[in-house]
């Protein structure tokens, strides 16, 4: 490991993209970013058409661009992800349905697959798939502190926003403090143990990181109380902006174009 990874930013082994240290402040307040997202996500969630949800893919890819959003860096954060959302994909089509597509043939017996299934696997993914990218896209565009001030401002419970601050701060710590010990593990010849020796090794490493981890909960969590944490958060341009009126209108002809416009062009399309 050289210097160079020794000083890099921790959050940048998290699964956030925030823009510490990306650029200033821009147009749109983080309240009003936030809660446009959960709008627009909440419009994403609710459609079952395959070509509404390609448009809205569409949309949020183009505006995106337009926000010079850092593409390489949501891109790989949100491939982490993709595992648990294919999986939908994967499991439908063998457990919803009726019209029968292709069968999977097994040695003990044949699954048959199910064309409404995988359709309905299909729409979940891009369901999951863009409420993600939205919410990375909208992350990446604002600071941790501005994203907690933002959540203070929606009247989010300290409780929460405290838990929040300590994950942010202390899980990507923890995580290289598992690597470290994993690569230690390595050098003293954890391949080469047998297998108990390997599962006891293994054992005591995760152990001894949730341990770790616990106590140094406890030890931030008492330092913050005794320091007033809960009795008084001050945060400093967490409120709204003149220009933020921008982003319920935005939403607001993204549903129109849904409702109104995109069929259509779809009828167009396929004339």
Not at 69 to 86: C, D, H, N, P
Not at 100 to 123: D, K, N, Q, S
Not at 223 to 233: A, D, V
């Amino acid at each position: 490991m050289n210097g160079h990874e020794l000083r890099r930013p921790i959050l940048s082994d998290f699964l956030l993209p925030f823009a510490e240290g990306q650029k200033a402040a821009g147009p749109f307040s983080p309240k009003a970013m936030i809660v446009a997202s959960v709008a627009t996500a909440i419009v994403v969630s609710i459609q079952t058409d395959l070509r509404t949800l390609l448009f809205l893919g569409v949309v949020i890819l183009v505006g995106g661009t337009v926000s010079r959003t850092r593409w390489k860096s949501i891109f790989s954060l949100a491939a982490r992800f993709e595992v648990f959302v294919l999986f939908w994909i994967v499991i439908m089509p063998l457990v919803y349905g009726s019209t029968v597509f292709a069968t999977l043939v097994l040695p003990f017996r044949a699954i048959p697959l199910y064309l409404e299934g995988l359709m309905l696997g299909i729409a979940l993914t891009l369901r999951m798939s863009l409420i993600l990218l939205l919410f990375l896209i909208t992350l990446s565009h604002i600071t941790l502190g501005e994203f907690i001030g933002a959540i203070h401002g929606l009247r989010v419970p300290l409780s929460i926003i405290g838990s929040l601050l300590i994950m942010f701060r202390y899980v990507p710590q923890f995580i290289n403090e598992r690597r470290s010990m994993h690569e230690a593990q390595l050098l003293r010849g954890f391949e080469s143990a047998v297998r108990t020796g390997r599962i006891r090794s293994l054992g005591y490493l995760i152990g001894t990181t949730i341990d770790r981890a616990f106590d140094r909960s406890l030890i931030v969590y008492d330092s913050m109380t005794l320091r007033g944490f809960g009795k008084g958060f001050h945060f400093s341009g967490a409120g709204f902006r003149r220009s933020d009126i921008v982003l319920p209108i935005v939403v607001l002809l993204l549903v129109i174009g849904i409702r109104g416009i995109l069929p259509v062009l779809v009828q167009v399309l396929c004339k």
